[in-house]
């Protein structure tokens, strides 16, 4: 633990208090996050700044030492919970006030598999990194997959699964979207301990996802083509 607690947030300048929040962050203090949040705001942060410097930027340095084997699944979890924390905060304001986001993703547990903590990561570090994400949950058929895809239009589509046996399901859920004429409508990433890039490659998806700080790199970089032709 650090002794953020003996600190009074409110003493720091800007600079130093969002240096303080990726540290916290860092650490998972739920409480100082969310009161550095309100603290920011209050001295007139738009909500976007506070979400992108403060919260992504926090998350972005969490997610490259999750990547490097410096931080473990139960610390990122403790940190993606304080980062959600604060943006329990902002999510309001931002909706008021428009915000870009970095796009859209529908994330669930493929049929069959009740394995939910590499899929929780990696929509909360998705959240973290910016992007709107809607969580399906577990065991989901082909039918949720295509309900959600058309109910939220989102930009990617993430499947998950961590036994052999359901693996197989997610071509399923891609060979539907391609009969539909669908399939290239989305950017299909997939992840879960037994996979792998051959894998994701034979199945027709657009990217294997090795852990979710992979999976934030990858969607932003598919984002960023995309932006790139619509341009």
């Known amino acids: 633990m650090s002794d953020a607690g003996d600190l009074d ?8 208090l969002v240096q303080q929040v990726h540290d916290d962050l860092y650490d998972g203090l739920k409480e100082e996050v969310e009161a550095a949040v309100h603290i920011l705001l209050g001295r007139g942060w738009a909500p976007y700044k506070v979400l992108t410097e403060a919260l992504v930027e926090g998350m972005r340095i969490v ?3 999750f990547r490097d084997g410096i931080l473990f699944v139960p610390e990122v979890l403790l940190a993606a919970n304080s980062m959600k924390a604060g943006m329990a905060i902002l999510r309001p304001l931002l909706i ?10 529908v ?13 929780n990561l990696v929509g909360m570090m998705m959240e973290g990194a910016g992007f709107e994400v809607v969580d399906l949950g577990i065991n989901n058929p082909v039918e ?9 239009k989102p930009d990617i589509l993430g499947m998950s699964a961590l036994l052999t046996t359901t693996m197989p399901y997610m071509k399923v859920v891609i060979d539907t979207m391609k009969e539909k004429g669908i399939r290239d409508d989305y950017t299909v990433l997939v992840g879960g301990a037994p996979l792998n890039e051959d894998f994701a490659k034979a199945i027709g998806a657009d990217a294997y996802c090795r852990d979710a700080a992979v999976a934030v790199e990858t969607a932003k970089s598919f984002m960023s083509r995309k932006h790139n032709q619509l341009g």
């Not at 949720?144 to 939220?152: D, P, R, V």
């Open 144 to 152: 949720k997959y295509l309900e959600a895809m058309e109910t939220h």
């Open 63 to 65: 997610g490259v030492d």
């Open 107 to 119: 994330i669930g547990t493929v049929k069959g598999d009740i394995h939910d903590i590499g899929k």
């Open 9 to 16: 947030l409110n003493t720091l300048n800007d600079e130093e």
């Open 96 to 105: 008021a006030t428009g915000a870009p986001r970095l796009g859209k993703m």
